[in-house]
């Protein structure tokens, strides 16, 4: 446990003293900390030098790799050295694969090479590769309604566009592509699919990420083709030549193996079993180096708690920072902690989740009953000198938020700018030169405010309505 900071005064701590005496849900004395908090935040770059060194000293960190284990190794140490008054891993199991070559090029009409990714745990080719002429599909929807006659021993294009938008509102429709594309080629018969990159940049990097896998009798190869040579292949097919291509990839499937969600708690003063969540996700693709997916959500989760952790006193109930394995490849590490923590799910006040880099947050979102508005509009006053305005009731708390929410937990949301995010995301450009120091100290201000009010609030925000 870290001492009080020194330039705390005696007057802040009587603020929090009277603040733990009266009984309503956040009181003048608990904004008056909040805002402390707030300009605290602003003014400190740790966050930064926090996501630097996971960038740095552990660097890629796909679930059940040596990088998992040096993330989270590196994750307890640190939170042990921000003060944090416990620091524990729970294992959870995950599938293993390592990723190997990926080539492709265009035999015929217009031979040239291409830029590719494999698809997590994508399939391999036949020894010495494939060629096979290529057939276009305008998304999945359309490789799903196709007769297998068109698809049958051809490799599946799907050239399906991703929006540019600051809500990344895109993603989904594109990222259909990506998790159900392979399913689809495969049972009609196909001898690869290609996707066009799930991204909004016009760079020449492929974008990774993972696909329904599980249950797919005879799986096919499975590659990302960056954008420009998308454009390069949908160009080529206009001129009413059949297009075909050489694929060499080799992957390779390895035995399930463990990996581990770290986390680490400022224990509550008066209600430690009351929990407030806090997350953000420790694994990361492979080709670049996390720094915004989740790098920066790590930072910021952790940044929030140290900055809690340095009050006179500990807020009222428990402050729990989750750093989730293998959300990457399904949201393994929330599925297996709710399922864990099954009977316990009812003491958890609220849960938010940093995963969408590290734009500046504009938008406050909440999932509460409308009987505790009140409290979100009361965080208001703090949050929008920081440029955020209110959003709506319709928060997820994040993709690993979003399993708790599931199951009834009350959830809020601070929503980054994700105009530029998809312009790196699941790319070797994922990196931390991409991290803007200023954006991260108005993140880690906005979530010390919610995290704080959250942890201090009088009563509790209910439940929400289950999906079970």
Request: aromatic residues 6%; glycine residues 10%; without cysteine.
């Amino acid at each position: 446990m870290l001492k009080p900071l020194m330039n705390f005064s005696g007057a802040l701590a009587a603020v929090l003293l009277a603040a733990s005496t009266q009984a309503v849900p956040l009181k003048p004395e608990d904004i008056s900390v909040a805002e402390v908090l707030r300009d605290r935040a602003l003014e400190s770059s740790d966050a930064y030098s926090h996501v630097e060194s996971l960038t740095v000293e552990v660097g890629p960190r796909r679930a059940g790799t040596k990088g998992d284990e040096r993330a989270v190794t590196w994750a307890q140490q640190k939170m042990k050295d921000l003060g944090f008054d416990r620091v524990y891993t729970e294992q959870i199991d995950v599938k293993r694969w390592a990723r190997g070559h990926a080539h492709a090029e265009v035999t015929a009409p217009f031979p040239q090479p291409l830029v590719v990714t494999s698809l997590g745990y994508g399939a391999s080719t036949p020894e010495g590769g494939l060629i096979a002429e290529i057939v276009e599909f305008a998304d999945v929807e359309a490789l799903m309604k196709a007769p297998a006659r068109k698809v049958k021993g051809k490799i599946a294009f799907i050239n399906k566009r991703m929006e540019r938008a600051r809500t990344g509102e895109g993603y989904g429709p594109a990222a259909a592509g990506r998790s159900k594309g392979m399913r689809a080629a495969a049972e009609k018969g196909a001898a690869a699919l290609l996707l066009r990159s799930v991204g909004t940049d016009s760079d020449r990097f492929a974008h990774t990420g993972m696909m329904s896998v599980d249950g797919v009798a005879n799986p096919v190869p499975a590659l990302a083709l960056s954008a420009p040579d998308a454009n390069l292949l949908e160009a080529m097919l206009k001129r009413g030549k059949p297009v075909q291509l050489k694929l060499n990839v080799h992957n390779e499937a390895l035995a399930d193996g463990p990996s581990f969600n770290v986390i680490g708690e400022v224990v509550g003063r008066e209600k430690p079993e009351e929990v407030v969540i806090i997350g953000a996700h420790l694994d990361s693709w492979d080709e670049g180096t996390g720094a915004l997916d989740d790098g920066a959500g790590v930072a910021i989760v952790m940044e929030t708690a140290r900055l809690i952790a340095e009050l006179p006193q500990r807020p009222r109930r428990t402050l729990r920072v989750v750093l989730f394995g293998a959300e990457e490849i399904g949201l393994v590490g929330a599925k297996q902690y709710v399922e864990a923590h099954a009977n316990d799910l009812e003491k958890i006040v609220m849960v938010s989740e940093s995963d969408f880099g590290a734009g500046k947050i504009w938008r406050f979102d909440t999932r509460i009953p409308e009987s505790k508005f009140a409290i979100a509009d009361q965080m208001m006053q703090l949050l929008a000198p920081l440029g955020i305005k209110r959003g709506d009731n319709k928060a997820s708390g994040g993709p690993d938020g979003s399993v708790f929410v599931a199951q009834g937990v009350p959830a809020m949301t601070l929503y980054q700018d994700g105009t530029d995010y998809f312009d790196y995301h699941h790319t070797p450009n994922d990196t931390l030169d991409k991290v803007d120091p200023e954006n991260l100290k108005q993140n880690v201000a906005a979530w010390v405010v919610m995290s704080f009010l959250a942890a201090e609030m009088e009563g509790d925000l209910g439940r929400v309505p289950s999906e079970h």
